[in-house]
T-cell receptor
């Protein structure tokens, strides 16, 4: 049982380049989330998907787009990367209840 | 503004010793409080979850307490092991109409190092 799988684990982009961070969960969870973690700050919500077919903005959505491809997959796209988007990105999922399961993260550096 | 503050920022203790981490929060309306463990290079993993009516919750050598009146929580680690070296994050949940009906506010974590 893999839980939440994120790819890639590491990425270096040049300013202005685009990329898509992939996330997949195998727990049949309804809700999926994208967070970013920056030094000295708590995790902040970028986008979430409460169920298949729906997506909504979180606290810091600017510069990002998302796609809930199916119940398993939730991708995060950076259309034109900026140095301020250098961060560690975590995908999470949950189904009702209280428990969130996090992936291992993608460490992104924009130069 | 909802906030979660943790102390200390970092802590070093000898293997086998006990320690207590603190969390103060101003989150409203309060739903639940969680403690997560985050190993270096990994995602957070849930240790405990407490609702308003619960004032203590244990998970093995980890015991969390919650005082909803003073808006404080603590995480006590007993007989520490080298594998306890990690960041411990306090997360407080608020009931909201958006964000999937629950908004999580994350603390910045306490970095715990266990030395042999």
């Amino acid at each position: 049982n893999a839980g939440v799988t994120q790819t890639p684990k590491f990425q270096v982009l040049k300013t202005g380049q685009s990329m898509t961070l992939q996330c997949a969960q195998d727990m049949n969870h309804n809700s999926m989330y994208w967070y970013r973690q920056d030094p000295g700050m708590g995790l902040r919500l970028i986008y979430y998907s409460a169920s298949e077919g729906t997506t909504d903005k979180g606290e810091v959505p600017n510069g990002y787009n998302v796609s809930r491809l199916n119940k398993r997959e939730f991708s995060l796209r950076l259309e034109s990367a900026a140095p301020s988007q250098t961060s560690v990105y975590f995908c999470a999922s949950r189904t009702g209840g209280y428990g969130y399961t996090f992936g291992s993260g993608t460490r992104l550096t924009v130069v | 503004k909802n906030q979660v503050e943790q102390s200390p920022q970092s802590l070093i203790i000898l293997e086998g010793k006990n320690c207590t981490l603190q969390c103060n929060y101003t989150v409203s309306p309060f739903s639940n409080l969680r403690w997560y463990k985050q190993d270096t290079g990994r995602g957070p993993v849930s240790l405990t979850i407490m609702t308003f009516s619960e004032n203590t919750k244990s998970n093995g050598r980890y015991t969390a307490t919650l005082d909803a009146d003073t808006k404080q929580s603590s995480l006590h680690i007993t007989a520490s092991q080298l594998s306890d070296s990690a960041s411990y994050i306090c997360v407080v949940s608020a009931l909201v109409s958006n964000f999937g009906n629950e908004k999580l506010t994350f603390g910045t974590g306490t970095r715990l190092t266990i030395i042999p």
